[in-house]
């Protein structure tokens, strides 16, 4: 064992929460590793250097779900760093949850309640609808740090309200599929129908067949000969799902004809209105939405 890591892990068994997160910095810039980044993690967090114990600990995020003692740890940071929805997320398939996760949240959440300006936060977090695009995105960040309780009770609403930007439901719905949230809901779909869904029973968009469908048909009539043009399509295509998300594939029921038409427009020219929910109908639809994010 060379010098450094001694002098570290001496200081850490004694407590020296400061000089033992620099030599384990040093330690962990040369030679990075889960166990360098666990100790790391938890100099810093006992020294007070929350947003830094964050930053590291989210580089082997997965390695914290591991065991009882590092799931304590990564929502320690969570918690330490007002990120009490992604505490939720983080421990929603652990099990069992540990008793002591399960009161360092509800303790986070009653001292967020106790703030001065909660109501404020919660209330700008309900309201979101009535902002822009960029202050909906930012109220919905923000919304992370309430307790869960409020945030599902505003989410019910603002899952069905017509003011609320797309990207913004879409964002809001994964999050109630990350947290396997049990109690049924009502989604305004961008057909402005309302569908009942169950977050617990939501697929993951990582998990949709049809997406990895999509960007092979993509590869295989763009191919490797126009990388750019590539890159812009797959951003394209992969905003379109995320908006088309939790129905995918009811949308696109065939990708290669989909990725055909990204690619090359409209085939007949017509004034007259596309067939509803019809590919023309849906490209359409997804490039007017588009066109109002990015203000074009």
């Known amino acids: 064992m060379d010098r450094n890591l001694q002098l570290a892990n001496e200081a850490f068994k004694n407590q020296q929460w400061g000089q033992a997160a620099q030599l384990y910095e040093q330690e962990y810039q040369t030679a990075p590793s889960e166990k360098i980044n666990h100790l790391l993690v938890k100099s810093l967090f006992e020294n007070h250097q929350n947003n ?9 995020l997965n390695s914290y779900l591991m065991d009882e003692q590092h799931v304590i740890l990564m929502v320690q940071v969570l918690l330490a760093n007002q990120q009490l929805l992604m505490a939720h997320v983080l421990t929603a ?24 300006d909660f109501q404020k936060a919660y209330q700008t977090f309900y309201q979101l609808s009535a902002l822009t695009l960029t202050q909906q995105q930012r109220a919905f960040k923000k919304g992370q740090e309430l307790p869960l309780k409020e945030w599902e009770t505003a989410t019910e609403a603002l899952l ?6 797309p990207i913004i439901r879409v964002s809001l719905l994964e999050m109630v599929q990350k947290l396997k949230l049990t109690t049924p809901m009502n989604f305004r779909w961008l057909d402005n129908k309302t569908y009942e869904i169950v977050g617990s029973q939501l697929k993951a968009l990582a998990e949709f067949e049809k997406v990895g469908i999509l960007e092979d048909s993509l590869q295989e009539m763009i191919g490797g000969h126009d990388p750019v043009t590539q890159q812009l399509y797959q951003n394209e295509l992969g905003l379109q799902v995320t908006l088309l998300y939790p129905f995918i594939d009811r949308a696109i029921p065939d990708p290669k004809a989909w990725v055909t038409r990204l690619i090359q427009g409209d085939q007949v020219q017509s004034a007259a209105l596309p067939v509803s929910y019809s590919l023309e109908w849906w490209q359409r639809k997804l490039s007017q939405i588009m066109s109002e994010m990015t203000g074009a």
């Not at 830094?52 to 082997?60: G, K, P, R, S």
């Not at 949240?105 to 106790?114: C, G, H, L, N, P």
């Open 52 to 60: 830094l114990a964050y930053t590291v600990m989210m580089d082997n």
């Open 93 to 116: 398939t652990v099990a069992p949850l540990p008793e002591a996760v399960t009161q360092l949240i509800e303790q986070a959440e009653s001292q967020a309640r106790q703030k001065p």
């Open 160 to 165: 069905v309200d017509p003011f609320v930007k």
